[in-house]
């Protein structure tokens, strides 16, 4: 009876000491960030090439504040390093899109509101995985009173938009959403 047991319990043991082996070998290939990334752990690079302005409509700022934005973003939420050219992660793409167009017309037929859309064409690049790879437009505005011009609130209308954008292509390239 007390062979039975311990064979019980032998096995028991051995079939939880494999669990957690299997368990430990299969969390092992798999990197988790409390920022919401899973970049696989043999991606260690990233590289931003530029991101020219084809916009009809063009700030003259906007093609390097992309990429200032999204290397910041990546700085600052993932372990990556940058590279110049040839990381494991490649991004570049082309603002395609900078309009304002009214939202709200006035009895007198005068816009109450105007909004300004930027788009922006990526193409990402997963050098450790293609399957991952993607070429996608991105897009986002803000709306701002007709009792503005757009110069005086540009500056704020794009941090917002930008924002905006770098993180819905930092979560589609490494957050997989």
Same mark, same amino acid.
Request: glycine letters at 4%; proline letters at 2%; aromatic letters at 10%.
């Given at each position: 009876?007390?062979?039975?047991?311990?064979?019980?319990?032998?096995?028991?043991?051995?079939?939880?000491?494999?669990?957690?082996?299997?368990?430990?070998?299969?969390?092992?290939?798999?990197?988790?960030?409390? #920022? !919401?990334?899973? &970049?696989? *752990?043999?991606?260690?690079?990233?590289?931003?090439?530029?991101?020219? %302005? =084809?916009?009809?409509?063009?700030?003259?700022?906007?093609?390097?504040?992309?990429?200032?934005?999204?290397?910041?973003?990546?700085?600052?939420?993932?372990?990556?390093?940058?590279?110049?050219?040839?990381?494991?992660?490649?991004?570049?793409?082309?603002? #395609? !899109?900078?309009? &304002?167009? *009214?939202?709200?017309?006035?009895?007198?037929?005068?816009?109450?509101? %105007? =909004?300004?859309?930027?788009?922006?064409?990526?193409?990402?690049?997963?050098?450790?995985?293609?399957?991952?790879?993607?070429?996608?437009?991105?897009?986002?505005?803000?709306?701002?009173?007709?009792?503005?011009?757009?110069?005086?609130?540009?500056?704020?209308?794009?941090?917002?938009?930008?924002?905006?954008?770098?993180?819905?292509?930092?979560?589609?390239?490494?957050?997989?959403?």
């Amino acid at each position: 009876m007390t062979s039975i047991k311990n064979d019980k319990i032998r096995r028991s043991c051995l079939m939880l000491f494999s669990a957690a082996l299997i368990f430990a070998t299969v969390s092992c290939t798999i990197s988790y960030s409390f #920022t !919401g990334a899973s &970049v696989s *752990p043999d991606v260690k690079t990233y590289t931003i090439g530029n991101f020219p %302005n =084809r916009a009809k409509l063009v700030n003259p700022t906007l093609s390097d504040y992309v990429v200032e934005q999204l290397r910041d973003k990546f700085t600052r939420q993932t372990s990556l390093n940058y590279q110049n050219e040839g990381g494991d992660l490649e991004f570049e793409g082309t603002i #395609t !899109g900078y309009d &304002v167009q *009214p939202m709200a017309i006035k009895s007198d037929d005068q816009a109450a509101q %105007n =909004r300004l859309t930027v788009k922006i064409s990526v193409k990402f690049t997963n050098n450790k995985n293609h399957e991952q790879d993607f070429e996608t437009e991105f897009s986002a505005y803000a709306d701002f009173s007709s009792d503005y011009i757009l110069s005086d609130v540009e500056e704020s209308l794009v941090e917002e938009i930008m924002k905006q954008i770098i993180e819905d292509i930092y979560n589609k390239s490494v957050a997989n959403w």
